[in-house]
């Protein structure tokens, strides 16, 4: 059974940063995209940034030069690095991974991430 377990959400101010991590565990291998995505309440889930095992990442319009996606493809772990953060940003982070020998991706179960002053 895989499971991928996010951690490092929480409260901050605006202008603030936060580390999001999300580790993968169980029978995954052959991982080809990692991905960040965020669902604030009434809206749909959206995605954040995505990262190629080859390393290739792109990103949300709205994010772009304040958060870095990167992976550990020995850990099977990807971090989403967030800077000056705005209350926009606010919402429940989720962690999806896609592998080469299945169409169903891996889901996360969320980290909360606030952004308030």
């Known amino acids: 059974q895989v499971q991928l377990v996010e951690s490092g959400g929480g409260a901050v101010q605006p202008g603030g940063s936060l580390r999001l991590s999300c580790a993968a565990s169980g029978n995954i291998f052959a991982i080809k995209d990692m991905a960040w995505y965020r669902q604030a309440p009434g809206t749909q889930r959206a995605l954040v940034a995505s990262i190629q095992s080859g390393g290739p990442s792109t990103y949300q319009d709205s994010v772009v030069g304040r958060f870095t996606i990167s992976r550990d493809n020995a850990k099977n772990t990807v971090h989403l690095h967030m800077n000056s953060l705005k209350p926009e940003d606010a919402a429940v982070y989720y962690c999806?991974?896609?592998?080469?020998?299945?169409?169903?991706?891996?889901w996360g179960l969320g980290t909360q991430v606030t952004v308030s002053s």
């Open positions: 999806r991974m896609d592998a080469s020998y299945t169409t169903a991706p891996y």
